[in-house]
């Protein structure tokens, strides 16, 4: 669905479809509404965001890679997977935004792309009182939010920053056991799909590339 160079008149005009509702939708909220498309049939997943209207919002742009949703989503069966509508995520500099992804999927239910709306609503925040109808959201602005990162490196980075606030103490503290519950959370977030991710990873934490797969091999024979 989502290859546009295929040259299948049903696959681009769907894709058209999209990118005039994406525009469409930004034009009606405004600056402040982000609206991206991304196609999951690329990989690996550098590049997935192939349409973007107000892209300032989150500082990304045409040909930037995934965030953690969509790692998380590409290691799930597609039928487990469901829409995610207004929710909250965190852009850069801290803005709040609420967020909805609906997944684009094909014929047979596989998951191709995905359609993401974020509306920056900081300044409404500061007005929740008076404009809750608006803002209200599944989720308390009170617990933690989701950061959108700008590429795969940010992302990557986020991810290894959450496996150690995960395990509670610094690398240079972690015994064994503690790395290689961080790495099981690395790979169960979708992590290693990051190109070359396990270099960084093996860096950061000290340990050989060798050591690495040895812990995420012994994680299978769990």
Same mark, same amino acid.
Do not use: W
């Given at each position: 669905m989502m290859k546009i160079?295929?040259?299948?008149?049903?696959?681009?005009?769907?894709? #058209?479809?999209?990118?005039r509702l994406a525009m469409g939708i930004a034009k009606q909220f405004g600056n402040n509404c982000e609206v991206v498309i991304l196609d999951l049939t690329k990989n690996p997943y550098e590049n997935t965001i192939i349409f973007i209207e107000n892209g300032h919002i989150t500082n990304r &742009?045409?040909? #930037?890679g995934p965030s953690s949703v969509v790692l998380e989503t590409l290691l799930q069966k597609p039928e487990e997977v469901e829409d995610r509508l207004c929710y909250l995520t965190e852009g850069p500099n801290g803005r709040i935004l609420k967020s909805s992804t609906i997944y684009i999927r094909d014929d047979e239910g596989k998951i191709t792309g995905i359609f993401g709306i974020n509306y920056d609503i900081s300044a409404m925040v500061m007005l929740e009182s008076t404009l809750h109808d608006f803002v209200s959201v599944e989720t308390s602005l009170s617990r933690e939010r989701t950061?959108?990162? &700008? #590429?795969?490196? #940010?992302?990557?980075?986020?991810?290894? &920053?959450? *496996?150690? &606030? !995960?395990?509670? !103490?610094?690398? *240079?503290?972690m015994t064994r056991e503690d790395k290689i519950e961080a790495i099981r959370f690395l790979k169960d977030s979708g992590a290693l799909l990051i190109k070359k991710s396990g270099d960084k990873i093996s860096e950061y934490f000290g340990i050989s590339k060798f050591t690495l797969y040895s812990y995420i091999d012994m994680e299978k024979g769990e």
């Amino acid at each position: 669905m989502m290859k546009i160079n295929q040259g299948e008149e049903g696959e681009i005009g769907m894709v #058209d479809l999209l990118i005039r509702l994406a525009m469409g939708i930004a034009k009606q909220f405004g600056n402040n509404c982000e609206v991206v498309i991304l196609d999951l049939t690329k990989n690996p997943y550098e590049n997935t965001i192939i349409f973007i209207e107000n892209g300032h919002i989150t500082n990304r &742009k045409v040909g #930037d890679g995934p965030s953690s949703v969509v790692l998380e989503t590409l290691l799930q069966k597609p039928e487990e997977v469901e829409d995610r509508l207004c929710y909250l995520t965190e852009g850069p500099n801290g803005r709040i935004l609420k967020s909805s992804t609906i997944y684009i999927r094909d014929d047979e239910g596989k998951i191709t792309g995905i359609f993401g709306i974020n509306y920056d609503i900081s300044a409404m925040v500061m007005l929740e009182s008076t404009l809750h109808d608006f803002v209200s959201v599944e989720t308390s602005l009170s617990r933690e939010r989701t950061h959108i990162p &700008k #590429d795969v490196n #940010d992302l990557l980075d986020d991810l290894i &920053k959450n *496996a150690v &606030k !995960r395990i509670g !103490r610094p690398v *240079a503290f972690m015994t064994r056991e503690d790395k290689i519950e961080a790495i099981r959370f690395l790979k169960d977030s979708g992590a290693l799909l990051i190109k070359k991710s396990g270099d960084k990873i093996s860096e950061y934490f000290g340990i050989s590339k060798f050591t690495l797969y040895s812990y995420i091999d012994m994680e299978k024979g769990e």
